[in-house]
């Protein structure tokens, strides 16, 4: 199985804080990701993603996101018992 998949994802973030006083810092982002996912075996899935923002607000310079990538595995360890076969069509 091969499958593209496109992410949207909203992120807030509250001020930083030092001491107990809030930084000016803090904003919003929106990120579209799109994602690769492949399934070479029934419990194994790779995936690679990359997160590039579609519109951001933040007050401080050092919290502006440009871009991220993941790269993961996915193993299942039990999928539990197998559906049961459906037997074929009677025709009459």
Same mark, same amino acid.
């Given at each position: 199985?091969?499958?593209?998949?496109?992410?949207?994802?909203?992120?807030?973030? !509250?001020?930083?804080?030092?001491?107990?006083?809030?930084?000016?810092?803090? @904003?919003?982002? %929106?990120?579209? =990701?799109?994602?690769?996912?492949?399934?070479?075996?029934?419990?194994?899935?790779?995936?690679?993603?990359?997160?590039?923002?579609?519109?951001? !607000?933040?007050?401080?310079?050092?919290?502006?996101?440009?871009?991220?990538? @993941?790269?993961? %595995?996915?193993? =299942?360890?039990?999928?539990?018992?197998?559906?049961?076969?459906?037997?074929?069509?009677?025709?009459?």
């Amino acid at each position: 199985m091969l499958s593209v998949q496109m992410g949207l994802d909203a992120e807030v973030h !509250d001020p930083d804080v030092i001491n107990g006083a809030n930084l000016v810092s803090g @904003g919003w982002e %929106v990120f579209a =990701s799109p994602t690769v996912v492949w399934m070479p075996a029934a419990r194994t899935r790779f995936f690679l993603y990359v997160s590039l923002p579609v519109a951001q !607000d933040y007050k401080a310079d050092y919290q502006v996101d440009h871009w991220r990538a @993941g790269l993961g %595995v996915i193993y =299942s360890f039990d999928r539990g018992p197998e559906p049961p076969v459906a037997p074929p069509p009677r025709w009459n």
